[in-house]
């Protein structure tokens, strides 16, 4: 299996959205950055998969966006 994390660099307007709403469930992550991570298997029966996402703060916590 092949895993790669793209930050998405100069969204902005994605994080005001996410900030705001993220505030009214009482959350505060603090330097959050856009992500997507790819991922796909090498036995080439399947394909890949995307998951947009935020990581926030130093200990580049994880926030999935959508439903899994």
């Known amino acids: ?12 307007a994605l994080l005001d959205a996410c900030r705001k709403e993220l505030a009214l469930h009482g959350k505060t992550p603090d330097e959050m ?3 997507v991570r ?7 029966s ?5 998951f947009p996402m ?6 580049n ?5 959508g439903s899994r």
């Open 46 to 50: 399947g394909g890949a998969n995307i």
């Open 38 to 44: 790819i991922t796909t298997s090498d036995t080439g």
């Open 61 to 65: 916590t994880t926030i999935s966006l």
């Open 33 to 35: 950055k856009p992500v």
């Open 1 to 12: 299996m092949a895993s790669a994390l793209w930050e998405l660099s100069g969204e902005n």
């Open 54 to 59: 935020l990581v926030s703060g130093k200990e």
